[in-house]
């Protein structure tokens, strides 16, 4: 399996100019935990959730510490850079900019390791320089999820075609959000992953893929959100 074929797409991106309370709402909206930023159409960075742990407006950023003036004058003194991060109101102050990517042709087992090596939860796919996706690390629990069974056989051209139609007639329609679920194909099986609104969601969900030539079944595991509950 590749990344084209576990990658959340598309993909909800914001500009450098974009506020830190529009990021934040954005992440809680969409169930994510980090939001691409583009300048005229390139990544040019990646802002999540550990970007906004440590803010002002909540109470958590780090306070500067008292330094012996020796360790001021040989250490690197981070003060500045974390006041920044602290209170910076846009995307392009916040960002992390060292972003490693993967194209769609990227083996999910280099996906693996790179995650596992760079410490980080996801990584944009991109093709040439446009962003068609994201692979994180629950894209590869789910991959993994649908091998439980390996001795079946497995039809991955037929089943890549399905998903490609499928999140064709999905991405039509107003209901569905790809921020918030994923699909994956398994010999003609559509699963579904993420969270969803309403239990109509989930019909429409099953009747779109149902249409599709060569489905023969649908499971789907999301969950219902209840965002006050989340917060208690």
């Known amino acids: 399996m590749n990344a084209s074929d576990v990658m959340t797409s598309p993909v909800v991106t914001v500009e450098p100019g974009a506020s830190v309370m529009k990021i934040a709402a954005l ?5 994510i935990s980090a939001v691409p930023v583009r300048d005229d159409g390139r990544l040019v960075g990646m802002v999540s959730e550990g970007d ?43 960002m ?27 990584v944009p796919v991109l093709r040439g320089s446009s962003l068609v996706g994201i692979v994180s690390r629950a894209n590869l629990v789910q991959a993994l999820a649908l091998l439980a069974h390996p001795e079946k056989r497995i ?5 890549d075609a399905i998903r490609g139609r499928l999140l064709t007639e999905l ?20 699963h579904y992953w993420g969270t969803i609104d309403s239990e109509d969601e989930r ?30």
């Open 155 to 159: 039809y991955p051209s037929n089943d």
């Open 203 to 232: 019909d429409a969900a099953r009747v779109a893929a149902e249409s599709i030539s060569g489905v023969h079944g649908v499971d789907d595991r999301r969950h219902l959100f209840q965002p006050y509950a989340s917060m208690q």
């Open 27 to 31: 992440l809680f909206e969409n169930r």
């Open 96 to 122: 992390t900019r060292d972003v490693v990517s993967v194209n769609p042709d990227t083996p999910i087992a280099e996906i693996a390791t790179l995650l596992e090596a760079r410490r980080i939860k996801r």
């Open 52 to 94: 906004l742990l440590h803010r002002h407006e909540i109470g958590t950023d780090r306070q500067a510490r008292a330094r012996s003036w020796w360790l001021r004058l040989f250490g690197e003194d981070r003060s500045a850079a974390a006041y920044v991060k602290s209170n910076a109101r846009q995307a392009r102050d916040v």
């Open 171 to 190: 991405e039509r329609h107003s209901w569905w959000r790809p921020a918030r679920s994923n699909v994956l194909v398994k010999e003609g099986v559509v």
